[in-house]
DNA sequence: AATGAATGAGATTTCATTCAT
DNA sequence: CATGAATGAAATCTCATTCAT
């Protein structure tokens, strides 16, 4: 349905221009050029709508994650793989990010915490996915012996990191330049 | 003064209990034991509560950082306590970053912009005394060249990474007992 | 719009009831039979409804003196006419206006100072037009020389008089019954 | 009590700077250099402030038609004098009249209903006695046979009529500098 | 399906007044 | 007498949601 995703992205667009906070129905009818009532039709509350948004970004990061799994390559490849398709996928939405900040399940602090918690789980899956790969990664001895889970976690916190850089300006390349890096990074550390 | 903090304490339970999202000052008040009018003797705005709150956690991490800069010590043993410190002053507010984030720069979602903007400053000005340690370790050749800056976003990553861990059950350990593995993890990666 | 008349007439009816001090936005909506947030749809604030109604009076003050002065007459004689024509509008308020005053400018001082002096100035208009009037007279030489605003402050003053007699029970005739005393008095002063 | 009078003095300092409107009894115990509580030791409500403040005026004005009343001398001659007084005391209080308005009357508008129709009858009283001697007037035959009532709120009237002038600075030079123009305006009004 | 006027619960904030010190 | 911290009733205004058209 277009007009589903119309009033989606007006609810992005105001995000960049003013934050999440604060965003009202009103904005949200008038940036999306509807009725105000009409935003009723599509979504069952304003908090459905920032659910909406937020699960349309989970969906795309679980696509993302199960295409790096899919891939016929060594376990470290995909890792590779998978930090190059992530930091795609934030470069292409940095201004949303901007103001949302990049790990979804905080953002959800603005909903209420029945609905925060199912958000927070698919979040978790994902995790569990790259989890996977590093297990993968563990058995082909590229990665020492550890808990896969504590190995993705660290993982998407460094990506995170490098997010966080460029969204601050510290950084103003492509994301995915830094993709080849943060593999390093991950894999041997600042040491030398 | 004390009733400023009780107001403070309050706040912080109520997040504990339902989360930062739509807390009122009714609630503060009930909770903190004052008037509803006592609330705005002590602070400006209900928002105002919260930049307090904010802020205390700010100025908890800039002197922890210090402590840990100012020590004699190789930059490495700094780095080591740094690490020390933070995962102590985290586990110490757990329940409060459970419901919070960790991330204090995107809590800060819920403010205003403006506020925000000084908020989000403030955090940096740590990483940017982290940073300072990680160039001091980069001088002693204990780690390699690097953006100092990056070394620092990284590492605080990595901590954060295991904070969240513990804060979503998959860690029940305290969190400084992990310590040495996040320095050898920051060191030497994953690898093998 | 209906509604906006609705809520304007409620206030009125206040007014009269129980003067202008203390109404409040539920009482406004009591009376004007419509929902509190309807106010806020047709008003911006408490303050503008108030500044709306007085607002209103001006109007039909300048409405009145420009009557009078676009007449066909000797000046005297819209004199007469405009003291006709304004005792006729107050008689018709007269509710109002007991427990409002006569002055449309202090009115205001129920208003903040910005509004006030606006609505001052709209008032000080009519008078100026009253003043034009007067300096025909004085041409016509049926006024000796003065300065028209003067003559024009004086003659209002002297119909508010009137007016106040009316309003507090001194006198129970309609008002415009003493147009033509007023213009005598007003010509000729109260010596023999 | 001196309190009181720097109390009452301190509102009329804060009328000339702002208006009556929103005054707070924190601004006026800041002004009068009292604490809070301190208001309260000399004046039942904040109401009571203003309310002693507009007495004081109503007795200054009782004193000085009492002062032209009790002079030896003919009805006209006292009117003048009552007229030169009366200016006088406009004038003396010329910057706190600026936001209040001449009318003390309506000035308690902005008081309850009771109060304010204690403080209205006051302010007839002086009228009265103004009427009086007109009434004397009356009967030396300077004034024509009329009501004396409408005699003394016509006189007065047109005495506001200049104070207003001089209030909206239509007019600069002292009030009590017209008091023999309005005299004669009065007895024999603007005609040739 | 679409609209947007109307609603009214509820949130924030103010401020006159009290009272223990 | 004097203070000023504390109170809490009450006021203004917002905004998600509904529903008749």
Chains 1, 2, 3, 4 share one sequence.
């Not at 925060?116 to 012996?145: D, P, Q, T, Y």
Request: glycine share 8%; aromatic share 8%; hydrophobic share 45%.
């Amino acid at each position: 349905m277009a007009k589903k995703k119309n009033i989606i992205d007006a609810v992005k667009k105001i995000i960049v221009r003013k934050g999440i906070r604060g965003i009202t129905a009103d904005e949200i009818a008038r940036e999306a050029k509807v009725a105000k009532g009409t935003l009723y039709l599509y979504f069952k509350s304003k908090e459905d709508i920032f659910i909406c948004l937020l699960e349309d970004f989970l969906r795309e990061g679980e696509v993302l994650v199960e295409k790096a799994s899919g891939e016929r390559a060594a376990a470290v490849k995909k890792l590779g793989n998978f930090i190059k398709y992530d930091l795609k996928f934030y470069e292409k939405n940095v201004k949303v990010f901007k103001t949302l900040g990049t790990d979804l399940g905080w953002v959800s602090n603005v909903l209420g915490t029945e609905k925060r918690k199912r958000l927070m789980e698919r979040h978790f899956e994902i995790i569990k996915s790259v989890s996977k790969i590093v297990a993968a990664a563990i058995k082909e001895k590229s990665v020492r012996k550890m808990e896969p889970m504590e190995g993705a976690v660290v993982l998407v916190s460094i990506i995170h990191a490098y997010v966080g850089m460029r969204i601050h300006g510290f950084e103003n390349t492509p994301l995915h330049s830094h993709a080849g890096k943060i593999l390093k990074l991950y894999m041997a550390g600042v040491g030398r």
